[in-house]
Structures are given as C-alpha cells and as structure tokens.
C-alpha cells in the first residue's frame, strides 16, 4: 500500500471519527433518565426501559465503532494497516473503502462471523 493509499484511508478515518463524536450520538439524551411520573405506570416505565436500552446500545455501537478507529489509525502509522490479523494478507481495497476499520480479509471474516453464531447457538 502507497503512502498516498494509507494518508486516503487516514483521512477517511478521521471524518468517520469526527462525525461520531459530532453527531450527539454519544451525548446523554432524555432516554437514560426515568421520569417521577413514569415510575407510577408499568407500561411507562416498560417503555422507558425500552427506550433506554435501544439508547444504551446506540452509544454501546458508536463507542466500539470509535475503538475500531483509533485502532485503525494506529495501525496506520506502525505501518499494519490493510493486513489481515489472521494472515497476514492484504486486504482487499473495496473492503476497506467498506469498512476501513476492519482488521480481516473476508476469509477470516467470514470465518470468524461462522464461529460466532455457532457460538451464540450453543449458548
């Protein structure tokens, strides 16, 4: 990968990155608190449990997705970038335009998602 590819795929994960923390997805919104009112009703309080969990895993995915990037970055400037972490092949350009955060070819990928819902059957 040329070092005009990887400044690319920098400067990619950067917007990626600003525009998560600047869309206010990270930012605590009414849905995390419960309202005095709402304790008294079971189906208001039902809904804001709701309301509350699809909150949390909003912030739970743009946290991880945030992680990914910073991780991604690093790999930039100690030169991993674009390597699967299994193979160490490189992974191919349209996947990374995809994802640029991803550390797998799609073999591993793939593999890798197999496993996980083997795993999550079994449990």
Known sequence: MT???WDGYKKTLLTLK???INSGALKAPADLHVAAEDLSDETDLASSVINQTVTFNIINREL???RLIDEALRRIEDGTYGKCEECETPISEKRLQTQPWTTLCITHAEERER???KFSKIS
Do not use: P, R
């Open 115 to 117: 496993e996980t819902k």
């Open 18 to 20: 600003a525009q998560i």
């Open 3 to 5: 070092k005009i590819e």
């Open 64 to 66: 991880e997705k945030l």
